[in-house]
């Protein structure tokens, strides 16, 4: 028979074991938290070090957009140091890489929201109601054949549409389809009731559009049109949302062959374009040779927002170190040689 000593030795030796249970199980918590906050310090300490790298990337690019400046300062082309493939550096625990991409080579979505003139000549109000600025008429113009270039089968309707519909979600008023303020509208559009009657439901934004990416919201849209608009690779992307409706002209140096053509410009133009500018971009809008090929087209060709030269410039970066990624996507602008930022975000591009 067990004693009463021998049971009490037994209850000892149980409370031992579970109080050298709970203290491994604290010490292993512990730990553990240990590993985590320093871990997220860490993390936290790579972040910082990587706004850092990239505010440096900022200024590396606006470098090297001052330096083409300097070199020639009447043109931009796609020969230029800027244009160059993304060059990846190394960091201390990572690389950083980014590219420059010339966003007035774009349709530019916010000019179909450009004002209208102070003085209005006679051509600019028809029976009372005033119409649209010459810009947001050529947009709506360039629009209507892009959209006719890249949707044959009209799986958004009407190539007029899209335009109608990108006015209606950036204008202030709530007139649908409104082509002309004061009218009734034609139908085509949609404002905040239609957007209401989705799932789940948003109000149309009323305001300038802030990133492209805003145009998957839009009535109709479908996922093969909006990857043609704004292509994962930002070299074939055709759209942009430029935070400024005015002084936006599209380069004739950097737009490739379906904007060459919603310019106006017939398949085979657009393509001699294309090829004449390799090597040897047009440093004048005078240039013979475009003139040659301007006059040709005279009748498709509206010069007003046409240029060879560019102000606004996309860089797109990202800094990875360690566990680390930091994604920038920054509009630099250009005036007088001179570049500053107008507008950054750090969202994934490809997500």
Same mark, same amino acid.
């Given at each position: 028979?067990?004693?009463?000593?021998?049971?009490?030795?037994?209850?000892?030796?149980?409370? =031992?074991?579970?109080?050298?249970?709970?203290?491994?199980?604290?010490?292993?918590? %512990?730990?553990?938290?240990?590993?985590?906050?320093?871990?997220?310090?860490?993390?936290?300490?790579?972040?910082?070090?990587?706004?850092?790298?990239? &505010?440096?990337?900022?200024?590396?690019?606006?470098? *090297?957009?001052?330096?083409?400046?300097?070199?020639?300062?009447?043109? &931009?082309?796609?020969?230029?140091?800027?244009?160059?493939?993304?060059?990846?550096?190394? @960091?201390?625990?990572?690389?950083?890489?980014?590219?420059?991409?010339?966003?007035?080579?774009? @349709?530019?979505?916010?000019?179909? =929201?450009?004002?209208?003139?102070?003085?209005?000549?006679?051509?600019?109000?028809?029976?009372?109601?005033?119409?649209?600025?010459? @810009?947001?008429?050529?947009?709506?113009?360039?629009?209507?054949?892009?959209?006719?270039?890249?949707?044959?089968?009209? +799986?958004?309707?009407?190539?007029?549409?899209?335009?109608?519909?990108?006015?209606?979600?950036?204008?202030? #008023?709530?007139?649908?389809?409104?082509?002309?303020?004061?009218?009734?509208?034609?139908?085509?559009?949609?404002? +905040?009731?239609?957007?209401?009657?989705?799932?789940?439901?948003?109000?149309?934004?009323?305001?300038?559009?802030?990133?492209?990416?805003? *145009?998957?919201?839009?009535?109709?849209?479908?996922?093969? @049109?909006?990857?043609?608009?704004?292509?994962? #690779?930002?070299?074939?992307?055709?759209?942009?949302?430029?935070? *400024?409706?005015?002084?936006?002209?599209?380069?004739?140096?950097?737009?490739? %062959?379906?904007?060459?053509?919603?310019?106006?410009? #017939?398949?085979? =133009? =657009?393509?001699?374009?294309?090829?004449?500018?390799?090597?040897?971009?047009?440093?004048?809008?005078?240039?013979?040779?475009?003139?040659?090929?301007?006059?040709?087209?005279?009748?498709?060709?509206?010069?007003?927002?046409?240029?060879?030269?560019?102000?606004?410039?996309?860089?797109?970066?990202?800094?990875?170190?360690?566990?680390?990624?930091?994604?920038?996507?920054?509009?630099?602008?250009?005036?007088?040689?001179?570049?500053?930022?107008?507008?950054?975000?750090?969202?994934?591009?490809?997500?």
């Amino acid at each position: 028979m067990k004693t009463r000593n021998q049971k009490q030795q037994g209850v000892a030796l149980i409370v =031992a074991l579970i109080i050298t249970m709970l203290a491994i199980s604290i010490a292993a918590t %512990v730990l553990y938290r240990q590993q985590i906050h320093i871990r997220l310090s860490g993390n936290i300490s790579h972040l910082e070090q990587a706004y850092l790298y990239a &505010d440096g990337m900022e200024g590396f690019a606006g470098t *090297i957009l001052e330096k083409s400046y300097n070199d020639h300062p009447k043109y &931009d082309s796609l020969d230029d140091d800027w244009a160059f493939e993304g060059i990846v550096f190394p @960091i201390l625990g990572g690389t950083m890489s980014g590219q420059i991409y010339d966003l007035q080579a774009r @349709i530019n979505l916010n000019s179909l =929201a450009r004002p209208i003139p102070p003085t209005l000549t006679s051509a600019q109000i028809v029976n009372g109601v005033q119409q649209e600025s010459d @810009i947001a008429g050529i947009t709506r113009n360039r629009l209507q054949l892009l959209i006719g270039e890249i949707d044959p089968d009209n +799986s958004m309707g009407s190539p007029l549409n899209f335009a109608s519909v990108v006015k209606d979600w950036i204008d202030k #008023d709530e007139t649908n389809g409104n082509v002309k303020p004061g009218n009734q509208g034609n139908g085509s559009g949609a404002e +905040s009731p239609y957007y209401q009657s989705q799932e789940p439901a948003y109000f149309s934004a009323n305001t300038l559009l802030v990133n492209p990416t805003e *145009i998957r919201l839009l009535k109709d849209m479908n996922k093969n @049109i909006y990857n043609k608009l704004i292509n994962k #690779d930002p070299k074939k992307s055709l759209v942009s949302t430029l935070p *400024i409706t005015i002084d936006t002209p599209i380069n004739l140096n950097t737009a490739n %062959v379906e904007v060459l053509k919603s310019i106006g410009f #017939d398949p085979a =133009a =657009a393509q001699d374009i294309i090829d004449e500018r390799k090597g040897k971009p047009f440093e004048s809008m005078n240039d013979s040779f475009l003139r040659n090929i301007i006059d040709s087209q005279s009748t498709n060709i509206t010069e007003d927002d046409l240029d060879i030269k560019t102000s606004y410039f996309l860089l797109r970066g990202k800094v990875e170190i360690n566990n680390v990624r930091l994604f920038i996507n920054s509009i630099l602008y250009r005036k007088n040689g001179k570049v500053s930022v107008i507008m950054r975000d750090f969202s994934n591009p490809n997500s």
